[in-house]
């Protein structure tokens, strides 16, 4: 098998490029240039290059910053300006990573793009089927669910089965060093990681000062800008009340934003478009495990497509989703069913019943 691993100088791709050597594969090395490439930049290819080097395999650097930006920089600028809370990296994944790096890999002559994500996959008759990771503190399948299965067709992820702690080790047996030993879980355009000087450097039209409202409507304040705030923030709001404040929801069309009690957060229903489904509806289980945040546990819900939109009802109640985010279908045994962008969720936990969803005992 021909692949070409894609290397950001951490020590995930790079130990992903030497299991995939050392287990007989024909590979080479390609790192994406996301960000325009400056001096620092340049040193670090250069890096990567020397291990690729070291391990006798060809290495290549790709320029994508033009259409990184175009993709995935500019949309993300957006969406906060709409009063979202996008999800850049699932984005990248599907446009950059696994669309035009994986192209250009193609171009090389490449027939597989392998990565360094904590996620497995697993050949079937209708296709590569996506699942969770070994790792469950490092598994990446939620930001891989946009990803269309003919990208997964030609992906490869050698830490399907491998444990974070154990990676260390591995590399030093291999004999390499990853030029950033430092790894980030930041945004990787966002300087500091400080999304809200990134926005207001960019030159957006951001939303300006706009009311506070409770759930009855009443005003209790002025916010600065939605795009300052996200769903379920407490801290920050400036205003004072009898019970701590959450931010329910960003009201782009009233510039408001809507806050209440901690108990007003609770919800049962979602709905998210731009619909990635891996698996065909009519083959999804009666109740699936549904997920809108990358560190929430999976719950059991009931999830349907309503013409190109996705409606989940959980059996309980959650934390109101984030619209921006991403909501994501797994059956019982971790494999990625579907996944979309959240649009909105339904006002306050009024709502709790479950509507006959049977939990398994297993999940419940």
Known sequence: MRVAVALSGGADSLLALGLLRRAGHEVMGVHAHFLPPDAEKRDLASAIAAQCDALGVPFHAVDLSKAFHDRVVAPFIAAYAQGLTPNPCAACNRDMKFGLL???????????????????????????????????????????SLVPTSALAQA??????????????????????????????????????DYRAFLQASGAALSGPGPILLPDGSRLGTHRGLWRHTVGQRKGLGVGWREPLYVLAKDAARNALRVGPKSDLATTRCRAGRVNQLVAPADWPETVLAQTCYR??????????????????????????????????YDAAGRVLAGGVLEDAAPGAADTASGGLVIPAKLG
């Open 156 to 193: 490869v992820f050698p830490l399907a089965d491998r444990k974070k702690a154990d990676n260390p080790a591995a590399l030093a047996a291999l004999g390499l060093a990853p030029p950033l030993p430092k790894e980030s879980r930041e945004v990787c355009f966002v300087p500091g990681d």
């Open 102 to 144: 994986l192209i250009a890999a193609r171009g090389l002559g490449a027939e597989r793009l392998a990565t360094g994500h904590y996620a497995r996959l697993e050949a079937t008759g209708n296709g590569p089927a996506l699942y969770r990771g070994a790792d469950a503190t490092r598994d990446q399948s939620y930001f891989l």
């Open 296 to 329: 929430m546990r999976p719950r059991p819900a009931r999830a349907a497509m309503d013409g190109e939109t996705l409606a989940i009802t959980f059996a309980e109640p959650v934390t109101r989703p984030t619209s921006g985010q991403l909501a994501v279908l």
